[in-house]
């Protein structure tokens, strides 16, 4: 296998459905400035589980999109054309937020919502997350897809602020892997995500869904981001001695290593197939 740039390689091992709980500070952001002081009134307001419902659909719909990002660079790649890194970023972002601008659109027409309304009562629940704890989960976890991509630390940002959450690198400081040290961390990441959607696969079956059902599937792939990526960070911290930033800055460190991408691959196939013994359709 030829060698990966990082930000694909970020992008496929901690922005997939099947590896991260992720949404990008730029949404909902092309017009108007934000009156979050202003509370919104009774009757225009917005209830909290329609914003969720909106990020959700929105996590889910990005997620396909960019699976099907990565496979068009990973054909380039493999004809033998070499992007430069920072060619391959911006390649990345900018179709990513093209795309991510027809998917708001369409769920806004969908749910009869103004974008400025939505967003003001986007800030101003974010700003009570003790109120909103699903919305804050919701909206951070397509922030984290969104970082992923850009490489811009946006979690938990809000209007005007300049900075992302102070809990988004969960207080450890960066540890330097070695190659093998990351490999290492690859695997037990991996294993633990494996595990976890497992037992997620096992409940969803014993309650009597059909995983073959386009809206089970989706539960399933929340149900996945939610929870499975948890168990991967917790593994990384327990059994690997590092954190998740450690762990995407050893990635990119090594993105260029041959050696890194084959183990990578070998790990995401095994993923794969023993999701797929399950009855997980590939994702």
């Not at 939505?118 to 909103?132: F, G, I, K, N, V």
């Not at 804050?136 to 811009?152: A, C, D, H, T």
């Not at 073959?212 to 001695?241: C, H, I, R, W, Y």
Request: overall charge negative; charged content about 20%.
């Amino acid at each position: 296998m030829s060698s990966t740039n990082s930000a694909l390689a970020v992008a496929a091992v901690t922005g997939s459905v099947l590896l991260v709980a992720a949404a990008a500070s730029s949404l909902f952001s092309s017009k108007g400035e934000s009156k979050t002081d202003e509370p919104l009134s009774k009757e225009d307001c917005i209830k909290a589980n329609e914003v969720v419902r909106i990020f959700d659909a929105l996590f889910i719909q990005m997620q396909s999109v960019l699976a099907q990002l990565s496979q068009q660079i990973q054909q380039i790649q493999m004809s033998g054309q070499q992007i430069p890194e920072n060619q391959l970023r911006q390649l990345l972002v900018a179709e990513f937020e093209r795309a991510l601008l027809v998917k708001q659109e369409s769920l806004l027409q969908e749910h009869k919502i103004d974008e400025d309304c939505l967003r003001d009562a986007t800030w101003q629940m974010m700003a009570l997350p003790e109120d909103y704890a699903q919305v804050v989960k919701s909206v951070e976890r397509f922030q984290k897809l969104y970082e992923n991509i850009s490489g811009q630390t946006c979690v938990g940002r809000r209007p005007g602020d300049g900075k992302g959450s102070q809990n988004n690198n969960d207080g450890l400081a960066l540890i330097p892997l070695t190659q093998d040290q990351l490999i290492e961390a690859a695997t037990i990441y991996f294993e633990s995500l494996t595990a976890a959607m497992g037992d997620i696969v096992r409940q969803f079956k014993e309650m009597g869904k059909d995983l073959k059902d386009p809206a089970v599937a989706q539960q399933l792939q929340m149900k996945f981001a939610s929870t499975a990526n948890d168990a991967g960070e917790a593994a990384l911290k327990t059994k690997a001695g590092c954190n998740l930033d450690s762990f995407k800055a050893a990635i990119e460190k090594y993105a260029q290593n041959p050696d890194v991408g084959r183990a990578l691959a070998m790990l995401q196939m095994k993923q794969q197939q023993e999701l797929m013994a399950l009855g997980v359709a590939p994702m």
